[in-house]
C-alpha cells in the first residue's frame, strides 16, 4: 500500500466510532438502491468497502446474499455491531479472491481512497470475482486532483481523497471491461460532489 493509502487506513481505524456517527444517514444513496435492484433482482452481492454497515442493511433489506469487506478492522467491527446476522471479512479490495463468483457488487465511496496509479489494478480485482455480466454500483467523487485532506469532525485525521471528472472515469471504466448502464449526480455539499455509475462488467 501506498503511504498515503496506509495514512487513510489508520485515520479509518482510529476514527471509526465518530465517523460512524457522522456518516449514518440511512438509504444515503436514495434511488441509486431501487435501480441496483431492478438491474439485480436478486443474487450473491459483494459490497467492496462496507465501512460501518449502513449500506448493508439497504442491500439486505433488498433480499440479497450479502458480503460486506473492509480494510478497516475498526469499521468492520462497527459493520458487525449494526448488522449482527450478517457477513463481513476484513479484507483489502486489492486481495479478494473468492471462490465462488458473485453477481454484483457494491463499491460506494472507496475508490475514492485509492491514487489514481492503482484504480486499473483495483477494478480488475473487483471485476475477477464477479461473473460474467454482473451488475455493480460505483460512486466517486467529482472534481481534479488526489491530495490527503484533514477532516476536523473527526478530530483532523488525514485521508486520501481522489477526484474524477466523468469523462476521465468512464474511460477508466471502458478499459477495464465495465460498462456504464446509468451515469448519475449527485451534489451534496462543495466538497462533495457524487458521481454515480450503474455499470456491468463483461
Not at 485515520?11 to 466510532?17: D, G, H, L, P, R
Request: with cysteine; charged share 30%.
Amino acid at each position: 500500500m501506498t503511504t498515503e493509502e496506509l495514512t487513510t487506513l489508520a485515520s479509518y481505524n482510529t476514527s471509526a466510532k465518530e465517523w460512524t456517527k457522522d456518516h449514518w444517514t440511512p438509504k444515503f444513496w436514495g434511488d441509486n438502491f431501487d435501480y441496483f435492484h431492478e438491474l439485480l433482482p436478486t443474487g450473491r452481492v459483494l459490497e467492496v468497502g462496507c465501512g460501518s454497515g449502513r449500506d448493508a442493511q439497504e442491500l439486505i433489506k433488498l433480499g440479497y446474499d450479502y458480503l460486506g469487506t473492509d480494510i478497516a478492522g475498526e469499521l468492520v467491527k462497527e459493520a458487525r455491531k449494526n448488522n449482527p446476522e450478517a457477513k463481513f471479512e476484513q479484507i483489502s479490495l486489492y486481495d479478494l479472491d473468492f471462490e465462488r463468483p458473485f453477481d454484483g457488487f457494491w463499491c460506494a465511496a472507496v475508490l475514492i481512497h485509492l491514487p489514481k496509479k492503482r484504480i486499473d489494478e483495483a477494478l480488475q480485482a473487483i471485476k475477477s470475482n464477479m461473473r460474467a455480466q454482473a451488475i455493480g454500483f460505483i460512486a466517486i467523487k467529482e472534481g481534479e486532483g488526489e491530495r490527503l485532506e484533514a477532516r476536523p469532525e473527526l478530530s483532523d485525521v488525514e485521508f486520501l481523497f481522489t477526484y474524477y471528472k466523468d469523462d476521465e472515469f468512464r474511460e477508466i471504466l471502458a478499459r477495464n471491461g465495465i460498462a456504464t448502464i446509468k451515469k448519475g449526480y449527485m451534489p451534496m455539499s462543495e466538497r462533495s460532489k457524487w458521481l454515480t455509475y450503474h455499470v456491468q462488467s463483461e
